[in-house]
C-alpha cells in the first residue's frame, strides 16, 4: 500500500507564507511525476505545479513568480514553497503522485488526504 502524508497546511496572513511537504511512504518501485492539485470550495480541482523526477517543473500562471516546487527523490518528498500567498489562495491542497508498484506493472496515480491551506487577516 502508497501512501502519500502531507504536512505543513495551516492559516497564514495576505502576503504570507507556507510550505507544503508530501512524502511517499510503502512499496513501490519508482516515481515519475509528483506535484500538487488545490480545490478551493465550489470550484474544481486544478493543478498548481508539479515536478518530474529529472527536475522538470511545471506551474499554473496563477501562481508562477510565487510558489516553488521541489523534490528530494532520496526521500521521496516533494515540496510547495508557497509566498506572497493571496485569498484566492485559499483551498485544499492535494499531492499526487504517478508511481509504478513494480518492474512490470504500469503507472498509477496516487492522492494524498489533502490539507487545508488559509488565508485570512
Same mark, same amino acid.
Do not use: H
Given at each position: ?14 502576503? +504570507? %507564507?507556507?510550505?507544503? /511537504?508530501?512524502?511517499? %511512504? ?28 529529472? +527536475? ?13 516546487? %521541489? ?12 509566498? /506572497? ?19 512490470? /506493472? ?14 485570512? %487577516?
Amino acid at each position: 500500500q502508497v501512501q502519500l502524508v502531507e504536512s505543513g497546511g495551516g492559516l497564514v496572513q495576505p502576503g +504570507g %507564507s507556507l510550505r507544503l /511537504s508530501c512524502a511517499a %511512504s510503502g512499496s513501490f518501485f519508482s516515481i515519475n511525476l509528483m506535484g500538487w492539485y488545490r480545490q478551493a470550495p465550489g470550484k474544481q480541482r486544478e493543478l498548481v505545479a508539479d515536478i518530474t523526477s529529472g +527536475g522538470y517543473e511545471n506551474y499554473a500562471n496563477s501562481v508562477k513568480g510565487r510558489f516553488t516546487i %521541489s523534490r528530494d527523490n532520496a526521500k521521496n518528498t516533494v515540496y510547495l514553497q508557497m509566498n /506572497s500567498l493571496q485569498s484566492e489562495d485559499m483551498a485544499v491542497f492535494y499531492c499526487y503522485a504517478t508511481l509504478k508498484r513494480s518492474r512490470t /506493472s504500469g503507472w498509477a496515480e496516487v492522492w494524498g488526504q489533502g490539507t487545508q491551506v488559509t488565508v485570512s %487577516s
